[in-house]
């Protein structure tokens, strides 16, 4: 993978189990973005500890590992110019009431925790997140 052509993101437990899922495609794909590898899994408490594992000495992190581990999440690698801020701006700001508005967050999350959506804040998390869930060989970057 090119580094600044790739980001990864995660609908997250609640927006798959409110039917979030299809629109939040759509909104990703009218932005341009070209899905390369993509699967729905359920993170196990162990997985959710180490995808976060960043994360572990914050007091939210049990909260979030639990809340992560509750049900199915959609994984995705996906491809554009300047991927990871191209992405961050779509899906808006970590707290949904302060994201502007159009926004994915904005449109489908619930609170700060359920926030429909992951993505990475870097191009070397980028990398280090696609590969947490997804083989050299599921990726298809053209």
Sequence with gaps: MKTGEFTFTMI?????????????????NLAGFN????????LSRLQAEKF??????KPF???????MSSGPVLAAVLRKE??????RKLIGNTNPQNAE???IRKKFAIS????AIH?????????????FFFSQFEIFPH
């Design 52 to 57: 976060y594992e960043i994360h572990n000495d």
């Design 101 to 103: 508005e159009g926004t």
């Design 112 to 115: 700060v925790q359920e926030n």
């Design 12 to 28: 997250k437990p609640t927006a798959v189990r409110l039917g979030k899922l299809v629109p939040i495609l759509h909104e990703i």
């Design 119 to 131: 993505g990475s804040d870097s191009d070397e998390n980028a990398l280090k997140e696609s590969c």
């Design 82 to 87: 300047n991927a990871v801020s191209e992405f």
């Design 35 to 42: 899905v390369v590898a993509m699967k729905m899994t359920r």
């Design 61 to 67: 992190f049990e909260d979030l590992v639990s809340f």
